[in-house]
């Protein structure tokens, strides 16, 4: 897009808006399609769990998402680039190490993954983040607790 500042302040100011509010659209348009398809066409054979314990790159997504349609799955070819890159914001990758595992399995219950990659803190607020995730109804045991504390403060750290 072009902003012609020839034009007066308000005007720029008004069609930068405009803009921002068309995109906005655009993006919640984009979110509603992408849950669509993953709530209806990657249901119909499985939970989303299989999804949920699953943290990838845009690569990964794809090659799943192409394997998924050719079991079956129905996804609009035009559509696949969108919601390939939507799986990827919501069900990224995280990395290796030990406590991997324990949190695609124990932290991806109540909400997505997203919420614990966005999450940087140091370890003493990692550690007061899982106390209340235990207060909340996480299920974990001590070793466990200990294991996921050290990779989320290392992973993961402000
Ligand atoms: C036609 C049936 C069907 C549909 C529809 C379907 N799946 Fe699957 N999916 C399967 C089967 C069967 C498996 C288990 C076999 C396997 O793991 O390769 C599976 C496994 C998976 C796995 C685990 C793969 C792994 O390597 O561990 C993921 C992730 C997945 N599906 C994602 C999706 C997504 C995303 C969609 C929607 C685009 C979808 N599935 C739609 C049949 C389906
Ligand atoms: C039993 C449900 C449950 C489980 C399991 C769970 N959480 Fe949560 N989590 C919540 C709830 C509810 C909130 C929202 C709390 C709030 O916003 O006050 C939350 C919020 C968060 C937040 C955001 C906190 C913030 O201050 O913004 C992070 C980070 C987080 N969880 C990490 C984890 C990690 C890591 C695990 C696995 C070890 C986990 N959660 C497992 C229920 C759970």
Same mark, same amino acid.
């Given at each position: 897009?072009?902003?012609?500042?020839?034009?007066?302040?308000?005007?720029?100011?008004?069609?930068?808006?405009?803009?921002?509010?068309?995109?906005?659209?655009?993006?919640?348009?984009?979110?509603?399609?992408?849950?669509?398809?993953?709530?209806?066409? %990657? +249901?119909? &054979? $499985? *939970? !989303?769990?299989?999804?949920?314990?699953?943290?990838?790159?845009? #690569?990964? =997504? @794809?090659?799943?998402?192409?394997?998924?349609?050719?079991?079956?799955?129905?996804?609009?070819?035009?559509?696949?680039?969108?919601?390939?890159?939507?799986?990827?914001?919501?069900?990224?990758?995280?990395?290796?190490?030990?406590?991997?595992?324990?949190?695609?399995?124990? %932290? +991806?219950? &109540? $909400? *997505? !993954?997203?919420?614990?990659?966005?999450?940087?803190?140091?370890? #003493?607020? =990692? @550690?007061?983040?899982?106390?209340?995730?235990?207060?909340?109804?996480?299920?974990?045991?001590?070793?466990?607790?200990?294991?996921?504390?050290?990779?989320?403060?290392?992973?993961?750290?402000?």
């Amino acid at each position: 897009m072009k902003i012609n500042f020839v034009k007066t302040g308000r005007w720029v100011g008004a069609t930068a808006l405009t803009a921002v509010i068309a995109l906005a659209a655009g993006q919640d348009e984009a979110q509603v399609k992408n849950e669509k398809i993953l709530n209806t066409s %990657c +249901t119909t &054979c $499985h *939970d !989303l769990r299989k999804i949920q314990t699953k943290a990838l790159d845009a #690569e990964g =997504w @794809a090659k799943i998402v192409n394997s998924m349609i050719e079991m079956g799955a129905k996804v609009e070819k035009a559509d696949i680039p969108m919601f390939v890159s939507y799986l990827e914001d919501n069900y990224g990758p995280l990395p290796e190490g030990n406590g991997k595992e324990i949190v695609l399995n124990k %932290c +991806t219950v &109540c $909400h *997505d !993954l997203k919420r614990v990659r966005q999450h940087f803190a140091t370890p #003493e607020d =990692w @550690a007061d983040t899982l106390n209340a995730m235990q207060n909340e109804g996480l299920m974990i045991s001590d070793d466990e607790l200990i294991t996921v504390l050290r990779y989320l403060a290392r992973n993961f750290r402000q």
